[in-house]
């Protein structure tokens, strides 16, 4: 049976080397001007089209190097970073171990950090497309959290076929939380990274297989925990 972890980044003080709780490396004011194309994509297309998901689902054909993330003075460069809001960073290492894995349609850009100024490199941001559901969700049998809509919007949806979702997000501008996916045999249960737009985690999951590789080559940086949202395959 196919087994799936989410997976985020480490932030364990002693791992990481900062205590922010968060990651080693964040985005700034500056870098947001160096990176023009990135304030773009998640701070202004959104104010464009109620499409603007679309292109963060489908990132890799949109995304670009970064340059100069800002790296916390006593950050340690791990193997996978935390810090955008999609993706990860992951040095040669972690790379390497990545293309051997069966992931959907993603992209390596090259980045850089900048760490008291002075440019941290040999990383790779690492973002791969998201899945929407719409072909490979069951929604009749998964189930949803509706009381946000409810109290926000005073609005009761009825949440049975991907139509029903995508219009009550239109609608109100805010996803829908789902607390239980069923996924039909269509899926691919032979990804070993992949991710949700919407739904229940718009970061990552990981399979079993390619968490033992993480172990067997000592990979540092990452952290996983059961889904919070369970995931039944048919």
Known sequence: MVKYYELSNEYEP?????????????IDEKFVERNLWYKNIFFENIKV????????A?????GGETHEVFMGEKAIHTDFIGGLLRGFFVNDKLKSILETAHLPRHKFFKATFNQE???VD?????????????????????????????KTFNKHFTIKTYHN???AFYETGAAI????LVFKENFNKQLDIWGCQFLSLRGAYIS?????????HKIVGYRIREPKCPLVFE
């Open 58 to 62: 489908n990132l890799s054909q949109y």
């Open 14 to 26: 002693s791992i990481i080397g900062v205590t922010d709780g968060v990651s080693q490396a964040y």
């Open 177 to 180: 939380k789902a607390t239980k």
């Open 165 to 167: 979702y995508i219009s």
């Open 117 to 119: 100024g002075k440019t």
């Open 208 to 216: 079993e297989n390619l968490l033992k590789k993480f172990q067997e």
């Open 122 to 150: 040999g990383y790779w941001w690492f973002i791969y497309d998201l899945d929407d559901g719409s072909e490979t969700v069951d929604f009749e049998k998964s189930e949803f959290d509706l009381d946000y809509h409810f």
């Open 49 to 56: 089209t109620k499409d603007w998901w679309k292109i963060w």
